[in-house]
């Protein structure tokens, strides 16, 4: 069974920067697509960027060029660090990871879910 366990969510000003951290168990995400979605209160849940399994990375216009995604395999997790935070960017930040052969980055392309993590930025 596959487990996905967010940390490094918090507080931080407009200009600040945090690093999420997703945990994986059971699958290896070095073999998979991993990708970080995010949602904000009262709005639908969107892609924010995505790792392939050969590491070639995705991003969202919204966040490309002040976040960017990263694996450890060795550690079996997956990073988003974000710099330059706007209070935009606040929301409930949630890994996923897509089983398929193909790296489709949508909700309904993603076969596990972390329960996310809030990160919210003041201005």
């Known amino acids: 069974q596959v487990q996905l366990v967010e940390s490094g969510g918090g507080l931080v000003q407009a200009g600040g920067s945090l690093r999420l951290s997703c945990a994986a168990s059971g699958r290896p995400v070095s073999s998979y697509s991993m990708a970080w979605f995010r949602q904000a209160s009262g709005e639908e849940r969107g892609f924010v960027a995505g790792?392939?399994?050969?590491?070639?990375?995705y991003y969202s216009d919204s966040v490309k060029g002040r976040f960017t995604i990263s694996r450890d395999n060795a550690k079996n997790t997956v990073y988003l660090q974000m710099n330059s935070l706007k209070p935009e960017d606040t929301a409930v930040y949630h890994c996923a990871l897509d089983r398929g052969p193909r790296s489709i980055w949508s909700q309904g392309a993603m076969d596990y879910w972390g329960k996310g993590a809030l990160v919210t930025v003041s201005s």
């Open positions: 790792i392939n399994w050969a590491g070639g990375t």
